[in-house]
């Protein structure tokens, strides 16, 4: 029984698998329409999700399958002081597999080793988010039409920000590969994820506050909004929040073929006149979440 807690549990060549099964979904919906019959999804969200939360159920449901879950700890018996272990072996008895996303970092770790059917992280904290991050590379692989020799630009709030941490392990794997952080000195990439995954695959990184002087260089723009929920402070979130606003003057020197991503929910990096650019990709990036998610619940259940 595999799980997906880390994208790095996932070899480079089931990635790419991923990707064209999901591709191959896009095209010819109709053939994956009972590939999951009779088959339950969980969904146990214990943080706010619009996306994930729905794309999953979405996902499940266009297989065929059906879905149960709660939305918020509170409907929950976490409420009441149940641990995650015992959740997930309850859960284990209602449903196939179980999708789980929690603010403390390594939940759904435990989750999987509680659990007795496939647990999928669904974002743990300030930690990981790799199906998001599979949206991701569907998105780069529509848009770009490659995962090598891409410059990537990653904006916003890098040190809590899970989907950049996914993103960026995911990336180290490709080949000529460059990566370009930029943020408010508070909000910097973690040390560990320089360290152990940059430095590690000797990846070239630059580290920036100044978003307009790299613009010209990238391929992608990673947007991201500050996680205003892991800060500590009121104060230093509303200092920091508005640190970056993307407008369509800032994109002046961008490149034509720019890809600009966001995993969204923006809340003030990407002024709304930035949709109309074509190379705004980020409501693209969320359709493509059902799709790579689809793709995912069939290969953990060993569906063909
Ligand atoms: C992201 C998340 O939850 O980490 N959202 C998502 O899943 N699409 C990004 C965010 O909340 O900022």
């Known amino acids: 029984m595999r799980s997906l807690i880390d994208i790095l549990d996932l070899t480079t060549e089931e990635i790419n698998d991923l990707v064209a099964v999901a591709s191959d979904i896009i095209q010819n919906p109709a053939a994956y329409a009972h590939k999951c019959d009779g088959k339950i999804l969980a969904t ?18 266009s297989l065929g399958g059906q879905t149960l879950g709660f939305s918020e700890a509170s409907s929950s018996s976490a409420s009441k002081g149940e641990s995650v272990a015992d959740t997930v072996r309850t859960v284990s008895c209602y449903s196939d597999i179980i999708a789980m996303r929690h603010p403390k970092e390594g939940a759904p770790l435990v989750a999987a ?3 007795t059917v496939p647990v999928i ?96 260089e990238l391929d992608i723009l990673y947007m991201t909004r500050v996680q205003r929920e892991r800060f500590f402070n009121e104060e230093d979130y509303l200092r920091l929040k508005d640190s970056y606003i993307l407008t369509p003057e800032k994109l002046a020197n961008a490149k034509a073929d720019l890809s600009i991503l966001h995993p969204l929910p923006r809340v003030n990096e990407i002024s709304v006149a930035v949709d109309q650019d074509p190379r705004a990709a980020y409501f693209r990036q969320a359709r ?17």
């Open 113 to 115: 080793m509680h659990a």
């Open 288 to 304: 493509y979440g059902r799709f790579i998610r689809m793709a995912l619940i069939m290969k953990l259940l060993g569906i063909q």
């Open 121 to 216: 992280n669904a974002g743990d904290g300030g930690h990981n988010h790799p199906t998001q991050t599979l949206t991701d590379l569907l998105t780069i692989h529509h848009e770009k039409g490659r995962f090598n020799g891409l410059t990537v630009g990653l904006c916003g709030d890098l040190k809590f920000g899970r989907t950049v941490h996914s993103l960026i392990n995911a990336l180290s794997r490709y080949e000529d590969i460059r990566i370009v952080l930029i943020s408010p000195e508070e909000l910097k990439l973690p040390s560990y994820v320089k360290k152990d995954v940059l430095q590690k695959n000797n990846i070239p990184y630059l580290q920036t506050t100044d978003l307009e002087a790299v613009m010209p």
């Open 44 to 61: 146990l969200f214990f943080e706010p999700s619009t996306r994930t939360r729905l794309s999953f159920e979405s996902a499940m449901l």
